[in-house]
Structures are given as structure tokens and as C-alpha cells.
């Protein structure tokens, strides 16, 4: 099971921080993604977090979006700086090659 939280409505350039609890399978071993989707398009790979901390990003959110992980809570973050108008979406944080999803945590930027 997973639960994502976090999102919001902010401005352009604001922040938010979302969270994702992830229980059911060995979190310290597991391979987090986040991947966001807005009404009417193609659901997006957004970063992907590896065990001891690697991480990669779409190129669209590099040097805005940061992922980290908390493995002794089984949780991993999305912290979204400098939100732009090309970022609302419902974010979601599945594990690698799992076919489990959350519903998703919204965000909105508009002024």
C-alpha cells in the first residue's frame, strides 16, 4: 500500500514538499519512481530514487524537483521548487515495476 500526500495549490515559483509512505515490501530495497499525470495527457516519468540514495530526474524538473528517502520511516519525499505552469498534475510515487498505484496527490500552480 502507498499513500502520497503533500500536494497543494501555490504560485508560480512557490514549493511544496510531497510525501509518499510506501508499506508491503522492503522499502530500504526498493526502487521508488515518481511519475505525474494532468487531465487530458500522457502520464510522465517525473525522478526515480535508488536504495542508498542515487537519483535521476526528467530533464524538464532537473535542478527544481529533489527526491530524498527516509528508510527507517518507509517514506520518500518530492520536494517541487520553483513550480512552473507546465507542472500541475496528480503526482504519483509507485515502486519500480509495480503495478500498485496510489490515488495521487494534486498540484496546482496558478496565480
Known amino acids: 500500500q502507498l499513500v502520497e500526500s503533500g500536494g497543494g495549490l501555490v504560485q508560480p515559483g512557490g514549493s511544496l514538499r510531497l510525501s509518499c509512505v510506501e508499506s508491503g515490501l522492503p522499502f530500504n530495497e526498493a526502487i521508488i519512481t515518481w511519475h505525474r499525470q494532468d487531465l487530458g495527457k500522457a502520464r510522465e516519468w517525473v525522478a526515480t530514487?535508488?536504495?542508498?540514495?542515487?537519483?535521476m530526474y526528467h530533464a524538464s524538473v532537473e535542478g527544481r524537483f529533489t527526491t530524498t528517502r527516509d528508510d527507517a520511516k518507509d517514506t520518500v519525499y518530492l520536494q517541487l521548487d520553483n513550480l512552473k505552469p507546465e507542472d500541475p498534475a496528480v503526482y504519483y510515487c509507485?515502486?519500480?515495476?509495480?503495478?500498485?498505484w496510489g490515488q495521487g496527490t494534486q498540484v496546482t500552480v496558478s496565480s
Open positions: 530514487s535508488w536504495p542508498g540514495g542515487a537519483t
Open positions: 509507485p515502486a519500480a515495476g509495480s503495478m500498485t
